[in-house]
Nanobody, 119 residues
């Protein structure tokens, strides 16, 4: 069982920055691919950013490319999402997720952290 706990959300003005953190339990954290997703009420959850177990491979939602950066610290069992130049459309609940099997879907999810960007 893997537990994921997000933190770092909050209220920020457009153009500002936030850094989300996701602390993970489990000794095998450095073998998990990790991802960030977001969801707004009435819409499906959408993929935002993903990171391979090694940290070498990343991918992003087109609308956040160049503004968001996903990274990980395996020693701390933590994955981060640095969000810069935030826009109101980034407002959502952000979820951290872990994928255990290579090439598989995401198996474990956190409870989410709210990000609100005011105009």
């Amino acid at each position: 069982q893997v537990q994921l706990v997000e933190s770092g959300g909050g209220l920020v003005q457009a153009g500002g920055s936030l850094r989300l953190s996701c602390a993970a339990s489990g000794r095998a954290f450095n073998t998990y691919a990790m991802g960030w997703f977001r969801q707004v009420p009435g819409k499906e959850r959408e993929f935002v950013a993903g990171l391979s177990w090694s940290g070498r491979n990343t991918n992003y939602l087109d609308s956040v490319k160049g503004r968001f950066t996903i990274s990980r610290d395996n020693a701390k069992h933590t994955v981060y999402l640095q969000m810069n130049n935030l826009i109101p459309e980034d407002t959502a609940v952000y979820y951290c997720a872990a994928s255990i099997a290579p090439g598989g879907g995401y198996d474990y999810w956190g409870l989410g952290t709210q990000v609100t960007v005011s105009s």
